[in-house]
């Protein structure tokens, strides 16, 4: 067999190559529909990030909270209710279930049900980072805060948060890649992502290898580009004088 | 809009008719999976630890590789690579069975590749005091391997292997790409056939979480055996 990369130049309707590869006047080839794909991939994953870290880094906080047994609990079973759940499951659970349910999440489209879905996840797995992070301070790291009369908030917000938040970029790197890949299950309710794109595709054009071999691409630049990012963000928090927590990413 | 759950169209006759052709697909992929992952996942981090620069690349290459790339695109590829006559050598049920052969053989690949992380992890657990002691006692490698580091590496990573299982459970539900007939399928269809979608979703979210909620509580609590005698 033959490769056949001209077909990322044609048009998606009358599937005639367009010069210069990119569609004009509304017409969209393969190529454009490929980088929109990867455009909802890096919204869906960056929202859901987004809203993982916030969600997650609250439970994973209460978690940690002394004396006050209901809230550890609570939040513990929050990690275990969206842990032990399939993403795909939740993300039906979202698109199809909730709206049924809750009549004020109708109007909601699809691509807002599929960030809180992965978003939620997510959540669970930061929690668990960020209980881990805390738990891996010294003891007298809170003691040392509230004997200076901090507040637990106060503590929480100047002493072990700032410390706990650095010792878990590693894993959080891992989290972050995690959820572009995840964002690769949005597929099952329709969402214009990656993933969507190269089955569609594939149907349309016969052109299955190169399609995923292009899409594939997508995937290991955004891979890449993340482990970058973070790699800077790592160095740049990092404390001066600390030794680098070792931590070996999750997976 | 209908808003009242009706659970009452379940019954014994729909739950062995749809559901648990699913659920044992499920599992024997589940099955299958780890232990021709942990088989191919040994034989990728014994290549990664060689020392060969011959059989680590490729065996690094790989492993990153599979990493890098979202199940469900996996799953794809080899859909769309293995060729038919592959199935044709089981006969019909090759062609019966196309999607959820396709699956196994991705299940396997994919996991191979993390529990190879979790197996080098495990290897490189062992003090290198052990690795010198077989040696000394004048072991060949093969024997060092099988007789000492190997037994104390897998126990080592028990948990951690067990736990990669319970998530490549929640992984198998994602041959919905495919087609293939899984638990998830089986909800689905059943619900569809009875016009209760959303009780038949609402049904597989409790049975999963059931099912691994109850693996991951026997994981902590063989975890805490296993530190307490070491």
Not at chain 1, 121 to 149: D, H
Not at chain 2, 15 to 26: D, E, M, P, R, T
Not at chain 2, 65 to 93: D, E, H, K
Not at chain 2, 153 to 160: I, K, S, T, Y
Request: net charge positive; hydrophobic share 55%; with cysteine.
């Amino acid at each position: 067999m033959s490769w056949d990369w001209q077909v990322f130049c044609e048009d998606t309707i009358e599937r005639q190559v367009v010069q210069g590869c990119f569609g004009k006047g509304g017409d969209i080839t393969y190529l454009d529909w490929m980088l929109s794909a990867w455009g909802w991939t890096v919204s869906v994953s960056v929202l859901a990030l987004v809203l993982a870290l916030i969600v997650g880094s609250f439970i994973g906080t209460l978690r940690t909270l002394q004396g006050r047994p209901v809230i550890v609990r609570l939040g513990n079973a929050w990690v275990e209710l969206f842990r032990n759940i399939p993403l795909l499951v939740q993300i039906f659970l979202w698109y199809h279930v909730v709206p049924t349910l809750i009549p004020v999440m109708q109007g909601v489209p699809g691509f807002v049900l599929v960030v809180l879905a992965l978003g939620f996840f997510t959540s669970a797995r930061i929690a668990e980072q960020v209980r881990s992070g805390i738990q891996a301070l010294p003891r007298g790291q809170r003691y040392a805060g509230l004997a200076m009369g901090f507040t637990t908030f106060q503590t929480y917000r100047y002493v072990l948060l700032p410390m706990a938040f650095r010792i878990i970029i590693p894993p959080l790197t891992s989290e972050t890649m995690n959820i572009f890949k995840n964002s690769s299950v949005a597929f099952a309710v329709s969402v214009a992502e990656l993933t969507m794109f190269a089955m569609q595709a594939q149907e349309e054009t016969s052109r299955g290898i190169e399609m995923y071999l292009a899409v594939t691409a997508c995937y290991i630049v955004s891979a890449f580009a993340i482990n970058r990012i973070m790699a800077f963000i790592e160095k740049r928090a990092r404390v001066p004088g600390l030794i680098v927590a070792g931590g070996s990413g999750g997976h | 809009m209908d808003m009242n759950l009706d659970f009452s169209f379940y019954n014994w006759d729909l739950i062995s008719n749809f559901v648990l052709k699913g659920l044992y697909f499920s599992l024997m992929l589940t099955v299958v999976a780890t232990i021709g992952g942990v088989i191919f996942g040994t034989v990728l981090a014994l290549m990664r630890l060689s020392g060969k620069k011959w059989l680590e690349v490729p065996a690094t290459i790989y492993v990153n590789g599979m990493r890098s790339i979202p199940l469900v695109m996996v799953i794809l590829w080899f859909f769309l690579l293995v060729p038919a006559t592959f199935y044709g050598i089981f006969g019909s049920i090759g062609r019966d069975y196309r999607a959820e052969m396709s699956a196994v053989i991705t299940f396997i690949a994919f996991e191979a590749a993390y529990f190879s992380e979790i197996m080098r992890a495990g290897i490189q657990s062992i003090p290198r005091g052990q690795v010198f002691a077989g040696q000394a006692l004048g072991m060949t490698y093969g024997q060092n391997m099988k007789l000492v580091i190997l037994p104390q590496a897998f126990r080592n990573m028990l948990p951690v292997l067990l736990t990669q299982t319970i998530i490549l459970f929640q992984d198998t539900s994602l041959v919905y790409a495919i087609g293939a007939y899984d638990m998830l399928k089986g909800f689905e269809v059943a619900g569809k056939n009875y016009g209760r979608p959303i009780e038949a979703y609402l049904a597989a979210a409790v049975i999963y979480f059931v099912m691994c909620y109850a693996l991951s509580w026997a994981v902590k609590r063989l975890h805490q055996k296993i530190a307490i005698i070491r």
